[in-house]
């Protein structure tokens, strides 16, 4: 019944992980979940108050389908001022979520066999969303050590059409230099690609600077910037994100959102455009409690013996679990033992298979707890 398109995509890990951890709890077991991407503070008061106003308003219809023109103004503005790339409203699009936007992206741009290069590990939908529209993903590995351009050389073909990266990194938590996104963006030149930047985690970095590959020479016209509000702003629920692109692929973009969900949600995106225009405190304050959290998790993992690559920016600690059997082992052994919830690397593609990616979206005394347990359980006879 199902179409050949589907084949070989598989339901989200990370979503999966989630409803494991879920149905543990409804059968009233103490479960700790570390597997979920979404930070777990409230939105803002004040962001909530502008959905609110708008509601009051009546701003409660389709929008234009690229998003409100104060929105796009906004999102224009950020990325010329923050991102040094000379951006205009005719390059935003304003979606139901970065994933949206990565879906029409890779429906506007990808034809059958299309070959896409990813770095290994990648976060799961950037495989599932080129296989969803004909693509063919070609794995660099990138884990710990920068890629080269000589590694991106060997994955190409003539077929290849699109570089994605994604800095800071979801699972990783690398976050790409300036020499290594210079060798990217030379590779994509050199070979006339497009690059899809996923940037949604830029203000979640411990000690370092984002910086996008659409700022290089040459990089504005071929890339494509993924950025959105559930990170920065705790706006998982709202369901908005945004497209920074050419604007030939922002027209293809808004064609496939005009016939999928028509627009992103009227008041998340008043909601959005609050978040932008107010006070960014909120968003400091977030990155502050989770620098502080990244610092106690690689501190105790240290502790414990694993081995963990430290998180420069994300929310993520990539644990290497080749001393205690491979990632999915080593998951089952934590949910089955001692009710707690990873997601293993292998998910993430093919680098993955010696870790599992442990989320620090959850409150201190959590992952203090979750560590204890971790700690017991890799002890000889724990
Ligand atoms: C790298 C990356 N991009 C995009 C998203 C999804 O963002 P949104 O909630 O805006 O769809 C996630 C969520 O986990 C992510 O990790």
Redesign the pocket.
Known sequence: MLSKRLSGIEESA?IKMGHIAKKLQEEGKEVLNFSL??PDFKTPEHICAAAKKALDLGYTHYTSSAGIEELREEIAKKIREENKVDASVENVIVTP??????YELMMSVLDEGDEVILLDPA?V?FESAVKMAGGEPKWVKRVDESVKYESLESAASGNTKMVII?SP??PAGYVLGDSELKEIAEFAVEHDLLVLS?E??EKIIYGRRHVSIASFDDMKERTVI?N????TYAM?GW???YAVAPPEIMKGMLKIQQHSVTCASSISQFAALDAMRGSQECVKEMADEFKRRRDVIVKRLNEIGLRCLNPEG?FYAFINTSNHGNDVEFTERLLKEAYIVVTSGSAFGLAGKDYVRFSFAASMEHILEGMERIEKKIQPGG
């Not at 979520?97 to 990565?102: D, E, F, S, V």
């Not at 959105?228 to 990170?231: A, L, N, P, W």
């Open positions: 990370t991407g979404e979520g970065a994933k949206q936007a990565i976060w939908t994604n990194n979801n996923d949604i985690y993924i959105g509000f559930s990170k998982t369901r908005i994100g994300a």
